[in-house]
């Protein structure tokens, strides 16, 4: 099975611009996470989507978004990017159901530098 | 609020000798999974270990094992016989409620 896929891997932004990334989940896994990634911050919930809806989100301004389409894939937006922005993106994916499911598979990441 | 603390930032062992990474959280759930990860430098983070709260037996997958106190809320990692692929940031992590939540991360370094 190909594992989770994140494009793209490395983007450059400037400050105000707005930024969409992707992550294909493993097949059959239908739900999917995205995480911040930052020195000292370890990893900080941005949202999940199950079934193409959003089911848990965390602390995070309404600048970031996201949606899961009918092939489980998934996108997430970043508006009016900040310099605090810059960060790891990570994606991870679930069965979310029976023994396995709270297994969870990460993508590569893509590395987000706002300037 | 579930938080998770990893109390060492960084940490170094001799390879093949072993090492104890620490791991405390906090929640008032009864049902959880904890887990740990390991993402090498420039590296895609993986799975190393994963134990439910309603088992006792702590879990051993090859040379990682984990020390689970419950009452403690405690989540140790143990890396015996280390290798120099084991350099790594290891993460604890627990999951309740549908969500996953991460401490902050140990580096550890593997010395030849």
């Given at each position: 099975?190909?594992?989770?896929?994140?494009?793209p891997r490395y983007l450059i932004k400037t400050r105000g611009q707005q930024v969409t990334l992707s992550c294909s989940p493993i097949s059959?896994?239908?739900?999917?996470?995205?995480?911040?990634?930052?020195?000292?911050?370890?990893?900080?919930?941005?949202?999940?989507?199950?079934?193409?809806?959003?089911?848990?989100?965390?602390?995070?301004?309404?600048?970031?978004?996201?949606?899961?389409?009918?092939?489980?894939?998934?996108?997430?937006?970043?508006?009016?990017?900040?310099?605090?922005?810059?960060?790891?993106?990570?994606?991870?994916?679930s069965l979310a159901s029976g023994a396995s499911s709270y297994e969870q598979y990460f993508g590569p990441g893509t590395r987000l530098t706002?300037? | 609020?579930?938080?998770?603390?990893?109390?060492?930032?960084?940490?170094?062992?001799?390879?093949?000798?072993?090492?104890?990474?620490?791991c405390t959280y906090d929640t008032s759930e009864s049902n959880y999974y904890l887990f740990w990860y390991k993402q090498p430098p420039s590296?895609?983070?993986?799975?190393?270990?994963?134990?439910?709260?309603?088992?006792?037996?702590?879990?051993?997958?090859?040379?990682?094992?984990?020390?689970?106190?419950?009452?403690?809320?405690?989540?140790?990692?143990?890396?015996?016989?280390?290798?120099?692929?084991?350099?790594?940031?290891?993460?604890?992590?627990?999951?309740?409620?549908?969500?996953?939540?991460?401490?902050?991360?140990?580096?550890?370094?593997?010395?030849?």
């Open positions: 099975k190909a594992g989770v896929t994140q494009t059959g896994h239908r739900s999917v996470s995205w995480y911040q990634q930052t020195p000292g911050q370890g990893l900080q919930f941005l949202f999940e989507y199950f079934s193409e809806t959003q089911r848990n989100k965390g602390n995070f301004p309404g600048r970031f978004s996201g949606r899961q389409f009918s092939n489980s894939r998934s996108e997430m937006n970043v508006s009016t990017l900040e310099l605090g922005d810059s960060a790891l993106y990570l994606c991870a994916s706002v300037t | 609020a579930q938080t998770v603390t990893q109390s060492q930032p960084e940490m170094s062992v001799q390879e093949a000798e072993t090492v104890t990474l620490s590296r895609q983070m993986i799975l190393v270990i994963r134990q439910e709260a309603y088992k006792q037996q702590n879990a051993t997958e090859n040379r990682f094992s984990v020390n689970f106190q419950k009452a403690a809320k405690s989540f140790s990692l143990k890396i015996s016989d280390s290798q120099l692929g084991d350099t790594a940031m290891y993460f604890c992590a627990f999951h309740t409620g549908n969500q996953f939540y991460f401490g902050t991360g140990t580096s550890l370094t593997v010395i030849p």
